[in-house]
């Protein structure tokens, strides 16, 4: 699988992604660092990518409806978490095989607690 990282993840987030087995571009690493929401999901819509991203702007569903997107991860990340924990979180979503498989047209949240998809699995 192939995920678009939203800059405000940690930088090793990719290599996560790499000890998954799945394919990660950093948008830092293709110029889109300081580029806007709607700029950056269309990159991975068009690319046909899941975008991850700790950004809740990208939870609203009005604005960006999972069903014209390839995979919308949000890790919703408390105010005082270290970079450990916010890898900790997406290790967590990448565990969960059931997710990543229906992971097209899905929004996902990953919390502190629980991992959240809408719409839900079969």
Do not use: C, W
Request: charged fraction near 25%.
């Amino acid at each position: 699988m192939q995920f678009l990282i939203d800059a405000s993840l940690p930088r090793d987030t990719a290599k996560l992604f790499v000890a998954h087995n799945h394919h990660a571009i950093d948008v830092r690493d293709i110029g889109l660092r300081h580029a806007d929401d709607p700029e950056i999901a269309y990159h991975a819509r068009s690319n046909r990518i899941a975008l991850i991203s700790g950004d809740f702007d990208f939870g609203d569903i009005r604005v960006y409806p999972p069903s014209e997107h390839f995979g919308l991860v949000v890790i919703d990340r408390p105010e005082d978490s270290t970079v450990a924990v916010v890898l900790e979180m997406i290790e967590r979503f990448l565990a969960q095989q059931d997710i990543l498989n229906n992971l097209v047209g899905r929004l996902v949240i990953v919390d502190k607690r629980r991992i959240r998809v809408r719409p839900p699995l079969p």
